[in-house]
């Protein structure tokens, strides 16, 4: 039976971006493994462990560290993945970040760390998995805020409790 030719490079980036986004592992590590750089980006910044991480697919996110994916390449804006995915209170993801090395105090220039993401938008267990990884609770963000100030800034009364102790 007759192979079909591989799509051209640019389409090949294209599948996995969408299966990044999507969720497809089984497409996004075919197109990573014939060639697809595991750094490759959008035109927006966001790499591919960012669309993976960001959208909740752990299986993806998976077989892009598997393949290699920096957990700390930022994305457009400067921010890393696991910000990314504080915010959103995705535990399982952020677990699998830490464990292949994401960087806990990452920040984007306004210094807002995966910690204080979390502490904005209340996300209490993340705030707790994040302070028991080592994340520090005195670090400022460029405005001099820390992550129980924001917490109670942001009226995130869950996260300000944790952080006050």
């Not at 051209?8 to 996004?28: C, F, K, N």
């Not at 520090?136 to 995130?156: E, H, P, V, W």
């Amino acid at each position: 039976m007759p192979q079909t030719p591989a799509p051209p490079p640019e389409r090949l980036l294209d599948v996995a971006i969408h299966s990044a986004r999507t969720g497809d592992v089984e497409t996004l590590a075919r197109a990573v493994d014939a060639g697809v750089p595991v750094s490759s980006t959008t035109a927006r910044g966001d790499s591919l462990l960012m669309l993976a991480a960001y959208h909740g697919h752990l299986p993806c996110v998976r077989a892009l560290l598997d393949r290699g994916a920096d957990p700390n390449q930022r994305d457009g804006n400067g921010q890393a993945p696991l910000a990314g995915v504080a915010f959103k209170g995705m535990i399982d993801v952020a677990t699998m970040l830490l464990d292949a090395g994401a960087d806990i105090e990452a920040a984007p220039g306004d210094g807002r760390t995966p910690l204080m993401m979390a502490a904005a938008f209340n996300r209490a267990e993340m705030v707790r998995l994040l302070v028991a990884r080592g994340a520090r609770r005195d670090a400022r963000d460029a405005t001099g805020l820390d992550a129980a100030s924001i917490a109670r800034a942001m009226g995130a009364p869950d996260a300000a409790a944790i952080l006050g102790r």
